[in-house]
């Protein structure tokens, strides 16, 4: 009883305070300052800069699979060394350029949703001015 009667005290002596937004804080005070703006799109570009490096290592993972899948499957099938050769330089060529497509569309993707969000922001910061 004398843990409950002690926890019961505790409780009413700290009253629940709930957090109330400042009354002096206008929509202006909430836009972001220049030094912000700057430390943000600095973030921004390093996250794109290092997608765009891990995206550089598309074309030549893709072209190393298929060389590695075409060339353990012609040796199962006991290719001559001439024919696999050609077959394996025309495979790792191939799949070099779809690789090499996929990277581009990837990249395409991508400057359209920044864009988006670019025309997205540019319309919130105008309806306050307005």
């Given at each position: ?41 600095k973030r921004e570009e390093e996250e794109r800069q290092a997608k765009a490096r891990k995206r550089r290592l598309i074309p030549p993972f893709v ?68």
């Amino acid at each position: 009883m004398d843990w409950e009667e002690k926890n019961s005290e505790e409780t009413a002596e700290t009253p629940e305070t709930e957090e109330e937004p400042e009354e002096g804080l206008e929509p202006e005070d909430e836009i972001e300052t220049a030094a912000e703006r700057e430390a943000r799109e600095k973030r921004e570009e390093e996250e794109r800069q290092a997608k765009a490096r891990k995206r550089r290592l598309i074309p030549p993972f893709v072209m190393l699979l298929a060389g590695a899948v075409v060339s353990i499957y012609m040796r199962i099938l006991r290719y001559d060394l001439q024919t696999m050769l050609i077959v394996l330089l025309c495979v790792l060529l191939g799949f070099y350029f779809v690789g090499r497509i996929l990277q581009i569309m990837l990249d395409r993707f991508e400057q359209q949703i920044e864009e988006a969000h670019m025309e997205e922001g540019e319309v919130i910061e105008k309806e306050p001015s307005e």
